[in-house]
T-cell receptor, first 117, second 111 residues
């Protein structure tokens, strides 16, 4: 069990630029989640995949955000035309959950901290 | 809609003293409940979970939590706090898909 891996750990970008983050889940996990965490807040759900299918998206996920999970393995989260309000920690998590079954505990990566200047 | 309330933003406990962190949830069916801990700059680590059965659940690092359906609560406890327990603690509720987290309680441990 190598854990959930996220890359990069830190990203500083200028407003208006595009950024992309990568998440490698625990290999046998079929669900992959993206959360966003701002200072003093708990993680807020953005989206999740069951294998390669994106099953749910939060209202927080504006049309500037897009997530993919090709082949049901790693995932990328892209933010286009970044804004200062996008500055946050972006957390990826994975779990092994049967289709239609209850959620098993999420295993989190260490996150990507985004700073938009 | 599901939600979690952690009423205490900060708690300070003396080392060796007991700890209780409060969590209240709102969920339309039988909830799955979790406690996670986060150290600065790190991801979240699962402490314990409640799915069904015994309402008192044991977790790692000497933590336990009790599910009380009548009070919609899932409070986290530890009989004797160690300095290394200083961190932020998050309660979460979920069902078949997503988890909803509370805003967290920051635990400070004084010598």
């Amino acid at each position: 069990d190598t854990g959930v891996s996220q890359d990069p750990r830190h990203k500083i970008t200028k407003r208006g630029q595009n950024v992309t983050f990568r998440c490698d889940p625990i290999s046998e996990h079929n669900r992959l989640y993206w959360y966003r965490q701002t200072l003093g807040q708990g993680p807020e759900f953005l989206t999740y995949f069951q294998n390669e299918a994106q099953l749910e998206k939060s209202r927080l996920l504006s049309d500037r955000f897009s997530a993919e999970r090709p082949k049901g393995s790693f995932s990328t989260l892209e933010i286009q035309r970044t804004e200062q309000g996008d500055s946050a920690m972006y957390l990826c998590a994975s779990s092994l959950s049967p289709t239609g079954g209850p959620n098993s505990p999420l295993h989190f990566g260490n996150g990507t901290r985004l700073t938009v200047t | 809609a599901q939600s979690v309330t952690q009423p205490d933003i900060h708690i300070t406990v003396s080392e060796g003293a007991s700890l209780e962190l409060r969590c209240n949830y709102s969920y339309g069916a039988t909830p799955y409940l979790f406690w996670y801990v986060q150290s600065p700059g790190q991801g979240l680590q699962l402490l314990l979970k409640y799915f069904s059965g015994d309402t008192l659940v044991q977790g790692i690092k000497g933590f336990e939590a009790e599910f009380k359906r009548s009070q919609s609560s899932f409070n986290l406890r530890k009989p004797s706090v160690h300095w290394s327990d200083a961190a932020e603690y998050f309660c979460a509720v979920g069902g078949y898909s997503t988890l909803t987290f509370g805003k967290g309680t920051m635990l400070l441990v004084s010598p």
